[in-house]
């Protein structure tokens, strides 16, 4: 099992930048793929992005170039760095794992490919 725990959500200004972490613990060696996603009420669940075990990432084209996710493995923390932020950006943040021993899809964040999920934290784009 796998536990994840987000953290960073907030309140920003179009244009500037938040940081998001993903502290994992319980079975984190089984961890190859580590995702964020993001939902707004009423919409379905759009990934931001995705890192491999072997730290290639994937971001889909909305948040390309603005978005950054990295880990520290030795603290089991992942990060998503949002710099340019958009007021459709505003959203619920989760990260997610598939299961274990699973590698990421590349080119593809499907949320019922992610078997654990953080509880989310809140993230406000003011215009």
């Known amino acids: 099992q796998v536990q994840l725990e987000e953290s960073g959500g907030g309140s920003v200004q179009a244009g500037g930048s938040l940081g998001l972490s993903c502290g994992a613990s319980?079975?984190?060696?089984?961890?190859?793929?580590m995702a964020w996603f993001r939902q707004v009420p009423g919409k379905e669940r759009e990934g931001v992005g995705s890192?491999?075990?072997?730290?290639?990432?994937f971001y889909p084209d909305s948040v390309k170039g603005r978005f950054t996710i990295f880990k520290d493995n030795t603290k089991n923390t992942y990060y998503l760095q949002m710099n340019g932020l958009k007021p459709e950006d505003t959203a619920m943040y989760y990260c997610?794992?598939?299961?274990?021993?699973?590698?990421?899809?590349?080119?593809?964040?499907?949320?019922?490919?992610?078997?654990?999920w953080g509880q989310g934290t809140q993230v406000t784009v003011s215009s």
């Open positions: 319980g079975n984190t060696y089984s961890m190859y793929c």
């Open positions: 890192i491999d075990s072997d730290g290639a990432t």
């Open positions: 997610a794992a598939r299961s274990p021993f699973t590698r990421c899809t590349r080119g593809r964040l499907q949320p019922d490919s992610y078997t654990y």
